[in-house]
């Protein structure tokens, strides 16, 4: 039987209790587990770290609200996959096409830093979320905690298929595994990612997917 995720986990002390301190000094912030978001038949699975404590902890939509999500939002409107360029918050009528996006991890860790464990706990869900994606389908791993939860979530080895931004892995179930740098503050505002970076990354997918339809 499938596992299907739900924002009422706990299946992580140190993230459930941080979630319910969180909460108690934001009150008005969603401070849960963020559910995956977009299309559910998609063709393009975008994975990041965690929620972010401003963002998606706060409006319960993945990289929404903080700085994170400006880069990814605009670059998914100009290349089809959103309906709008900007994601405020989980009730701004942005719908996405062909994507989805998730988390390695579901929960806020703090410090932005989830533990090894809390990782290998959380990847059964993810692991759910790759099994569903059609043959041909592409996956965008932000980062390298991303690319290897990933590499987890299909029983491969990192050595095999090493985190390189830009890099393209194809794999034995046959899908594709893309990497870029996380769209972070810190790797956009130091110019580690570019804006023009990853609109190569995304071409790249997109040249892919339509080489598969």
Known sequence: MSLKFTAACRECPRLATFLDQVRLGNPDYYAKPVLPFGDENPKLLIIGLAPGMHGAN????????????????????????????????????????????????????????????????????????????DKGAAMLALGTIAHKSVLIALGLKEKNYPFSHGAQHLLPNGLMLCDSYHCSRYNTQTKRLTPEMFYSVFSCITSYLNDKS
Do not use: M, W
């Not at 993945?62 to 989980?90: C, Q």
């Not at 009528?93 to 533990?115: D, H, M, Y």
């Open 58 to 133: 706060k409006t319960g939509r993945p990289f929404t609200g903080d700085f994170a999500g400006i880069l990814l939002y605009e670059t998914l409107h100009r290349f089809g996959f959103s309906s709008k360029a900007v994601s405020v918050e989980a009730q701004d009528g942005l719908k996405l096409t062909g994507c989805r996006i998730t988390n390695a991890v579901k929960c806020l860790p703090p410090q932005n830093k989830p533990e090894t464990e809390e990782i290998k706990q959380c990847n059964k869900y993810l692991k759910e979320e790759i099994k569903v994606l």
